[in-house]
């Protein structure tokens, strides 16, 4: 079995400051993981993905996160927010002979002036 | 090139109807997924399609819901009895297929489901 929690539903941040968003999973075989970004209105876009090669993943629009299998950890950050950044993030899991991606509940991010 | 599509973007019907969303894949994608987001239960894994294999129907709630696929391509969510719970945003995603560089899933931009 497979869950992820990402700790804190809103987040807010100013504008050039760090933005790091909280994921933890469990998972009974080793995983792939994922952070998809979502705007008002809008599907799922994939961020960036971990799939068992480089520990350090760097994605689209200045994101990163690492993988620590000591910590279950797959936190994102970004150096400096924009004001564009202001989304939901939804962190995933998946079993690449598994089908299914299983979710967390999602980060509301907030970037202020 | 085009993205996954849906359709309609919004659906408003009665409970009790019978209810289709259509998801077209990306062209050449072999796997496609349904999802369905709503407020009190987050996004969840519906149903997954792979090439000619039996889906993977583990995560529909109920049999009141039902997926087929046609073709290898178009697919459609069917809610029959529609009920107020059904009220949700239902995802459609395709992947090229499985494994570590068949696993990324594309999604769609949705169909809103509201059931009055």
């Known amino acids: 079995a497979q869950s992820v929690t990402q700790l804190g539903s809103h987040v807010s941040v100013s504008e050039g400051a760090l933005v790091l968003l909280r994921c933890n999973y469990s998972?009974?075989?080793?995983?792939?993981l994922f952070w998809y970004v979502q705007y008002p209105n809008q599907g799922l876009q994939l961020l960036l993905k971990?799939?068992?090669?480089?520990?350090l993943v760097k994605g689209i629009n200045g994101f990163e996160a690492e993988f620590k299998k000591s910590e279950t950890s797959f936190h994102l950050t970004k150096p400096s927010a924009h004001m564009s950044d202001a989304a939901e993030y939804f962190c995933?899991?998946?079993?690449?002979?598994?089908?299914?991606?299983?979710f967390g509940t999602g980060t509301r991010l907030q970037v202020t002036l | 090139g085009a993205g996954v599509s849906q359709s309609p973007s919004n659906k408003v019907t009665e409970k009790g109807k019978d209810v289709e969303l259509r998801c077209d894949p990306i062209?050449?994608?072999?796997?496609l997924y349904w999802y369905r987001q709503s407020l009190g239960q987050g996004l969840e894994f519906l149903i997954y399609?792979?090439?000619?294999?039996?889906?993977?129907k583990s995560g529909l709630p109920s049999d009141r819901f039902s997926a087929e696929r046609t073709g290898g391509s178009v697919s459609t969510l069917t809610i029959q009895r529609t009920q107020q719970e059904d009220s949700a945003v239902y995802l459609c995603?395709?992947?090229?297929?499985?494994?570590?560089?068949?696993?990324?899933?594309?999604f769609g931009p949705g169909t809103r489901l509201t059931v009055t």
């Open positions: 995603a395709s992947s090229l297929g499985r494994g570590p560089t068949g696993g990324e899933q594309y």
């Open positions: 998972s009974s075989v080793p995983p792939y």
């Open positions: 971990y799939t068992s090669a480089a520990t």
């Open positions: 995933a899991v998946s079993v690449w002979t598994a089908s299914k991606l299983t």
């Open positions: 062209s050449g994608h072999t796997a």
């Open positions: 399609f792979q090439g000619n294999s039996a889906p993977d």
